[in-house]
């Protein structure tokens, strides 16, 4: 068991406190988590929200999954930290998960089926129009169709300015606003230490 994260970014085992503890400022805590969310979250076409994490953002989900499993065993909650801390990648990645949202329950799994390979289409573009494709991890493709939530990565020289997917019949890329820019902005550089 260590305390030495992967990355300057990843959440340590000495910044999750007790869920009792943690009860105590949760309200508040949500509502701070809740506000950092916003600009991490990136429509792109009809389908696709792009949900990209911090160490804010997971720290939060680890106390709520320690709070609602009442874990209190170290190997446990270490096991929480190495679990969620890969979803934010290494030095010069940018971690998200990626909903795939269709609302029609009789559509979906002809959907996911046809749009195998969609995870390998997905990318971010740099203000020198550097575009970096997702990497992702192939055991989260199911046999024949897509899971509707994929984590990601982007590994990027410099911060994106654009979210995009290239995936026949669902084309489409979204410029990244400000407050979405300065946000993914300040979590890249957070992986550099």
């Not at 105590?24 to 429509?43: C, G, N, S, Y």
């Not at 911090?54 to 320690?66: A, G, K, L, S, W």
């Not at 169709?145 to 997917?165: A, D, E, K, N």
């Amino acid at each position: 068991m260590s305390d030495t994260p992967h990355g300057p970014h990843h959440v340590r085992r000495g910044e999750i406190v007790d869920f009792q503890t943690y009860d105590d400022d949760r309200a508040a805590t949500r509502t701070e988590v809740m506000a950092l969310k916003r600009p991490r979250r990136i429509h792109v076409g009809e389908h696709l929200t792009f949900l990209f994490e911090n160490h804010d953002t997971i720290r939060y989900q680890i106390q709520e999954m320690v709070r609602v499993e009442r874990i209190v065993r170290e190997a446990s909650i270490q096991q929480e930290l190495d679990t969620y801390n890969e979803l934010l990648g290494g030095p010069g990645q940018l971690g998200c998960a990626l909903l795939i949202e269709i609302e029609d329950e009789a559509k979906r799994r002809p959907l996911l089926e046809a749009w195998m390979g969609l995870q390998e289409r997905l990318y971010a573009v740099t203000a020198d129009g550097d575009r970096g494709y997702a990497g992702f991890d192939p055991a989260q493709v199911g046999r024949g169709r897509l899971s509707s939530v994929q984590y990601l990565t982007f590994t990027l020289p410099s911060p994106p300015v654009s979210i995009g997917c290239d995936f026949p019949g669902l084309e489409a890329e979204v410029a990244l606003d400000e407050e979405q820019r300065a946000a993914l902005a300040a979590d890249l550089a957070s992986t550099r230490g």
